[in-house]
């Protein structure tokens, strides 16, 4: 797995993967702290990655995440909060776009993606799709701060929540 601490910018491009990445808390592939732009774009991958927490595919702490251009996270897992992505402060945003895709990730909460606080956008033809977790199939905010858009022909399709209260 990769970390990148303060107001450090990580970019994956291309056919650049991260492949059974394991974190013990945080980001199993990727994790980035204050300040950090994680740009994965250009058909990059993050698959097959877990923690045993938050973040199966990734994390972000008070950072900005850029998932687009064909770049995906697919079956990454965590075992509490967001299967592909968690991210974990105001200051964090989390924009997925273009025909970028989070597929079959899982966790006990957020099985594509879980947010503590911050925004979250799923813009264009972007999609999560085969997510799965007892809460927030797909997408999960947690607190009030949080929030999500979805816009353009954006998709959240085949994702399974299976507790709904």
């Given at each position: 797995?990769?970390?990148?601490?303060?107001?450090?910018?990580?970019?994956?491009?291309?056919?650049?993967?991260?492949?059974?990445?394991?974190?013990?808390?945080?980001?199993?592939?990727?994790?980035?702290?204050?300040?950090?732009?994680?740009?994965?774009?250009?058909?990059?991958?993050?698959?097959?990655?877990?923690?045993?927490?938050n973040?199966?595919?990734?994390?972000?702490?008070?950072?900005?995440?850029?998932?687009?251009?064909?770049?995906?996270?697919?079956?990454?897992?965590?075992?509490?909060?967001?299967?592909?992505?968690?991210?974990?402060?105001?200051?964090?945003?989390?924009?997925?776009?273009?025909?970028?895709?989070?597929?079959?990730?899982?966790?006990?909460?957020?099985?594509?993606?879980?947010?503590?606080?911050g925004?979250?956008?799923?813009?264009?033809?972007?999609?999560?799709?085969t997510?799965?977790?007892?809460?927030?199939?797909?997408?999960?905010?947690?607190?009030?701060?949080?929030?999500?858009?979805?816009?353009?022909?954006?998709?959240?399709?085949?994702n399974?929540?299976?507790?709904?209260?």
């Amino acid at each position: 797995a990769i970390a990148a601490m303060t107001a450090a910018n990580v970019t994956l491009l291309g056919a650049s993967r991260i492949v059974g990445g394991v974190a013990s808390v945080k980001g199993g592939g990727l994790f980035g702290a204050a300040r950090t732009v994680l740009t994965i774009k250009n058909s990059a991958q993050i698959r097959d990655s877990h923690t045993p927490a938050n973040g199966g595919g990734l994390a972000t702490v008070g950072g900005l995440v850029i998932l687009e251009d064909d770049a995906g996270i697919a079956a990454c897992s965590a075992t509490l909060y967001g299967g592909a992505i968690t991210q974990e402060d105001d200051a964090s945003d989390v924009v997925v776009r273009g025909n970028a895709s989070i597929r079959s990730c899982s966790s006990r909460l957020g099985g594509g993606v879980f947010a503590f606080a911050g925004h979250f956008s799923l813009d264009g033809a972007a999609e999560i799709a085969t997510c799965d977790a007892l809460f927030g199939g797909a997408v999960m905010l947690s607190a009030s701060g949080a929030s999500a858009r979805f816009s353009g022909s954006a998709t959240v399709r085949a994702n399974v929540a299976y507790i709904a209260s």
